[in-house]
């Protein structure tokens, strides 16, 4: 996860959020050129790379690289250097203000960044219905594990567009997406609609908690309507 402490990810020395992106920035241009060289030299502030070789190469040139980000530096990284930004909102508003700094970050970086929003969708026979989903996913919380998480977080981050999470807000954690749409199927697809069009996203990606049951439903009768 993005967040936690990278030394206890296994990931080396912790950086802030400036070193990430440029360490980010070495990592995608060395993987460019791997992609469409034979073989890369390179030296970097994170990286050195000596006849380093990548094959097979990927059909049709470099593929499509797309990155989670929501802060204005994380977007603006991506605009810059990859194809498409995947967030996740915490609220309709959320939504539709990463959605419409994403669109902003990208005009002014030759507006070619797609923007996908990701969003969990629960499903029921009414609002209710769904409601009582949701707490029963909630009465199964692994309090131990989300108390380790609070504990495992990293440095805040001094960007105010950047999500920045306290230990008081993990104890009211839930069981589910933070991006979460549930209701009746004829709700979900009215709040999708209208976060879709004022976001001005590119796409959506689903995500459900009941992958066989909850696919139908979003198949067969939230998309249609």
């Known amino acids: 996860l993005w967040w936690m402490s990278e030394k206890q990810m296994g990931l080396g020395p912790d950086l802030d959020n400036a070193a990430k992106y440029r360490r980010a920035g070495e990592w995608v241009e060395i993987v460019k050129a791997l992609w469409t060289s034979s073989s890369v030299d390179y030296e970097g502030e994170f990286f050195t790379l000596d006849d380093c070789q990548s094959d097979p190469k990927p059909v049709g040139g470099v593929p499509q690289m797309i990155c989670a980000a929501t802060s204005d530096t994380g977007l603006a990284f991506v605009a810059k250097n990859l194809d498409g930004v995947l967030f996740e909102g915490t609220s309709r508003d959320s939504v539709i203000s990463i959605g419409q700094r994403a669109r902003s970050i990208s005009q002014a970086n030759g507006d070619a960044l797609k923007t996908y929003c990701v969003f969990m969708i629960i ?33 805040v981050s001094h960007d105010p567009t950047a999500y920045n999470p306290d230990n008081e807000s ?52 939230i998309m249609p309507m």
């Open 123 to 155: 499903p029921g026979d009414t609002d209710a219905d769904a409601q009582r989903r949701i707490d029963h996913y909630n009465e199964g919380r692994d309090l131990v594990a989300i108390t380790n998480m609070a504990r495992e977080w990293g440095a």
């Open 170 to 221: 993990w104890a009211d954690s839930t069981a589910i997406s933070t991006g979460t749409v549930a209701g009746s199927t004829e709700s979900i697809a009215e709040q999708l609609a209208d976060m879709i069009e004022h976001a001005d996203v590119d796409g959506a990606v689903f995500i459900m908690p009941d992958f066989k049951d909850d696919l139908a439903a979003l198949g067969e009768e």
